[in-house]
């Protein structure tokens, strides 16, 4: 098995909704493999899925990731948009009617919205640290948050992201992933600073007991205790769910410690119904 090309369409055309750009993507894996796509955290972009990337690949999925707006290289929109419809407009673009998801927390949220709203296109989901639609945030979360608007409003850039970094990753993260993940978000804030580019509708309703989707929920002992509710709760809204929580794990597990989340999604893949 050879896996295609990645390609990066960072301008490419959108031909189901011409208005705003398709989002910036890599494609790998053999054209007629299982769809499999990796949506990432709002502290990273498409480069968090690099430990995985050429495993799951490997094994004969047809991988596709993608950078959401304001993150990446994905073009600003030009017209209003929401997360979920980019990515659909994405996969109908490269004719993939039907893939696996897996989300690591915000992108958990965008593949729960599209697994509640449009269950016949999931067949698989793997939720990693996940956010939810309609989330409340608790006083831990909401201590992380006032902070970093802090240093924000100070224009303290550097102790921003220092902040991210030192939240979301856990103890296992080593200097080489907290550099990366220093980038990425150093790179969301400098977007940030341009809100006229920020065309974003507000979210869409989920009934999530409308997933019809096999459902993995991954949690990280070491994470925010929002994100370690939430994991615990999922399998209460989703039908037939299940949860596990490592307890190595900070927020970014794929990223922390790649050689036990990589064979742990491939396990899940490979078996979704247990």
């Known amino acids: 098995m050879n896996p295609v090309n990645p390609m990066n369409p960072v301008n490419a055309v959108n031909p189901v909704n011409p208005v705003n750009p398709l989002l910036a993507h890599d494609v790998a894996g ?3 493999g299982p769809a499999l796509v990796l949506l990432h955290s709002s502290v990273c972009d498409r480069r968090m899925w690099e430990p995985q990337w050429r495993p799951l690949a490997e094994a004969g999925f047809r991988v596709v990731r993608a950078d959401f707006r304001t993150c990446g290289d994905s073009p ?14 994405l ?20 593949a729960l919205l599209i697994a509640s709203r449009h269950p016949e ?12 639609p309609a989330q409340r945030r608790g006083p831990a979360l909401q201590a992380v948050v006032d902070a970093e608007d802090a240093l924000l409003e100070a224009g303290d850039l550097a102790g921003a992201v220092e902040l991210m970094v030192d939240t979301w990753l856990g103890p296992s993260a080593d200097e080489e992933t907290r550099a990366l993940v220093r980038t990425m978000q150093r790179r969301i804030f400098e977007a940030a600073r341009h809100p006229a580019a920020d065309h ?3 979210e869409h ?3 999530l007991g409308s997933i019809t989707a096999p459902t993995l929920v ?9 994100f370690r509710a939430i994991a615990a709760g999922l399998p209460h809204r989703i039908p037939g769910a299940r949860h596990t929580e490592l307890p190595w794990a900070g927020h970014l597990p794929t990223l922390e410690r790649p050689e036990e989340t990589t064979p742990l999604l491939l396990d899940f893949l490979h078996h979704p119904h247990g």
């Open 76 to 89: 600003a929109a030009v017209a209003p948009y929401r997360d979920e419809e980019d990515v659909l407009d």
């Open 121 to 132: 296109r999931v067949a698989a989901l793997a939720l990693l640290c996940p956010a939810v």
């Open 205 to 207: 309703e989920a009934d």
């Open 200 to 202: 974003e509708l507000p």
């Open 30 to 32: 053999p054209a007629d």
């Open 218 to 226: 991954v949690g990280g002992a070491h994470d925010v205790e929002d």
């Open 91 to 110: 996969l109908d673009s490269l004719g993939i009617e039907r893939a696996a998801f897996a989300g690591s927390s915000y992108g958990g949220r965008v």
